[in-house]
Antibody
């Protein structure tokens, strides 16, 4: 059974930073590209970042709106992917989902709230 | 960036009715490798999205075959042949052909 568990969300003040983690199991993580997608309250889905697999030299891609403030990374030995977000703003408040390439597998998301 | 325009934004259907959702792309989603990375997701209320259709027309494992996808290039359609109560939620198309990946704005399906 595929399992994806995001952790690390919470309440953070504007200008603060967070590191989100995504632990996976049940599929061959090393073969997959992995994405972070977010959803602001009552809004649609927004792609945030992608990290490719070893065959693609772990290439990373970022949404332009977040570039410079986010870093995606992965640890294949732990079947995990991470998202470091800095200089947080109120508009970054959202549920952050970890998902595989082609969006086959999703976690339940972790809520990030940016507020003073 | 590729813009995906989904229509209609909302859809109201009775049980058993067949409905279609359109997703139009601002540029061709045909990848240089010959694949078209246009997928359809359903997000039920209070849940994470789930994959229904991948690569235009391929039914994800475990998804009922009343869901089908079609299209090519810039025009794509999701069809539900015989809506059931559990189909309510928001449907999104998403493209993975061009970076950055982009989502459509969603189509909310309501059950009459």
């Amino acid at each position: 059974e595929v399992q994806i568990l995001e952790t690390g969300g919470g309440l953070v003040k504007p200008g603060g930073s967070l590191r989100l983690s995504c632990a996976t199991s049940g599929f061959n993580f090393n073969d997959y590209f992995m994405n972070w997608v977010r959803q602001a309250p009552g809004k649609g889905l927004e792609w945030v970042a992608q990290i490719r697999n070893k065959n693609y030299n772990y290439a990373t891609y970022y949404a332009e709106s977040l570039e410079g403030r986010v870093t995606i990374s992965r640890d294949d030995s732990k079947s995990s992917v991470y998202l470091q977000v800095s200089s947080l703003r109120a508009e970054d408040t959202a549920i952050y989902y970890c998902t595989s390439n082609a969006f086959a597998y999703w976690g339940q998301g972790t809520l990030v709230t940016v507020s003073s | 960036d590729v813009v995906l325009t989904q229509t209609p934004p909302t859809l109201s259907a009775t049980i058993g009715q067949s409905v279609s959702i359109s997703c139009r792309s601002s540029q061709s989603l045909l990848h240089s490798n010959g694949n078209t990375y246009l997928h359809w997701l359903l997000q039920r209320p209070g849940q994470s999205p789930q994959l229904l259709i991948y690569s235009v027309s391929r039914l994800e494992s475990g998804v009922p075959n009343r869901f089908s996808g079609s299209g090519s290039g810039t025009d794509f359609t999701l069809k539900i042949s015989g809506v059931e109560a559990e189909d309510l939620g928001v449907y999104y198309c998403v493209q993975g052909t061009h970076a950055p990946l982009t989502f459509g704005s969603g189509t909310k399906l309501e059950i009459k």
